[in-house]
Nanobody, 122 residues
Framework: QVQLAESGGGLVQPGGSLRLACAPS????????MAWFRQAPGKEREFVAYINWTGRNVAYAHSLEGRFTISADSAKNTVYLQMNTLKPEDTAVYYC???????????????WGQGTQVTVSS
């Protein structure tokens, strides 16, 4: 079972930026889809973005498109989430996940990282 390790979370002021990284413990199938989800306190886990390893297939939560950018570096076996113009409502634990097909549904993902905390506050 592949393990996913997130990094890059932290405390940032409103309007700031952060880049999260997700590194699988080993190379996954080229057909594996990598995704980011987030979960704020008291809320359900929600879809942020997904990408395949070629970077050709990408999707975002409609409310986040334009501020967040997902990318994949197959040579480094790492997926990134660049988050710009952060708002207090972006505060959440951000999770990396993997699945075999394209989906925005949290229930379709079986492999998860431990999560990394992002706090947006002045």
């Amino acid at each position: 079972q592949v393990q996913l390790a997130e990094s890059g979370g932290g405390l940032v002021q409103p309007g700031g930026s952060l880049r999260l990284a997700c590194a699988p413990s080993r190379r996954t199938l080229s057909t594996t889809v990598m995704a980011w989800f987030r979960q704020a306190p008291g809320k359900e886990r929600e879809f942020v973005a997904y990408i395949n390893w070629t970077g050709r297939n990408v999707a975002y939560a409609h409310s986040l498109e334009g501020r967040f950018t997902i990318s994949a570096d197959s040579a480094k076996n790492t997926v990134y989430l660049q988050m710009n113009t952060l708002k207090p409502e972006d505060t959440a634990v951000y999770y990396c996940a993997a699945t075999a097909g394209y989906s925005r549904d949290v229930n379709q993902y079986r492999t998860w990282g431990q999560g990394t905390q992002v706090t947006v506050s002045s």
